[in-house]
């Protein structure tokens, strides 16, 4: 298998645009995680879906952050608009109903 | 406290032993994990240990665990170069998603 896999790895993009960071989870992975690492905060859990359903959404910072995950192999994780302070790495995960979360290599963010 | 801990910075001379300390918050953590994070990359899951044993042994690498005092430990033995880079313990506190400390940097002197 691939392992999970992120696109774009590097974003760069002004204040006010749109971002849609993407993710493959790994085939047959029932759970789907959302992550943004940055130098001041660490690694914080943004959401996760089971199943393609969202089942936690509480570190989802704000309104300009929305995540789906239309079928079991596709999630997109969007931030409408920008602003620099949303500059990180984020990584999405996936787990097989287990507590083993294998990580993609994360999409590095910079809002100018 | 409410915070998975670590202590930010390790060094340590090739050849010796690293050991990287963490502790963590929920007695409820079923597993208890260590990943490592090279530079631009991921995080890798290096081990992990169940919360009914106290020790695990995988090649180079020990975990130790306390569960009284919430402690976790990952020693590395015969430290390499190849060795640098962020270890991150984690929880699950019972539930799927994890809980991540803020991870140490070793970093190995040739």
């Known amino acids: 298998d691939a392992g999970v896999i992120q696109s774009p790895r590097h974003e760069v993009t002004e204040m006010g645009q749109e971002v849609t960071l993407r993710c493959k989870p790994i085939?047959?992975?029932?759970?789907l995680f959302w992550y943004r690492q940055t130098m001041m905060r660490g690694l914080e859990l943004l959401i996760y879906?089971?199943?393609?359903?969202?089942?936690?959404d509480s570190g989802m910072p704000e309104d300009r952050f929305s995540a789906k995950m239309p079928n079991a192999s596709f999630s997109t994780l969007k931030i409408q608009p920008s602003e620099p302070r949303d500059s990180a790495v984020y990584f999405c995960?996936?787990?097989?109903?287990?507590?083993?979360?294998?990580f993609g290599p994360g999409t590095r963010l910079t809002v100018t | 406290g409410e915070d998975v801990e670590q202590s930010l910075f390790l060094s340590v001379r090739e050849g010796d032993s690293s050991v990287i300390n963490c502790t963590y918050t929920d007695s409820s953590s079923t597993y208890l994990y260590w990943y490592k994070q090279e530079p631009g990359a991921g995080l890798q899951l290096l081990t992990y240990?169940?919360?009914?044993?106290d020790m695990k042994q995988d090649q180079r690498l020990t975990v130790l665990l306390n569960k009284k005092d919430k402690h976790l430990s990952l020693r590395i033995a015969d430290t390499q170069t190849g060795d640098s880079a962020i270890y991150f313990c984690?929880?699950?506190?019972?539930?799927?998603?994890?809980?991540f400390g803020t991870g140490t940097r070793l970093t190995v002197i040739p």
């Open positions: 240990i169940f919360s009914n044993m």
């Open positions: 085939s047959g992975h029932d759970y």
């Open positions: 995960a996936s787990s097989q109903s287990s507590y083993e979360q294998y």
């Open positions: 984690a929880e699950n506190k019972g539930a799927n998603n994890l809980f």
């Open positions: 879906f089971n199943n393609n359903v969202p089942i936690d």
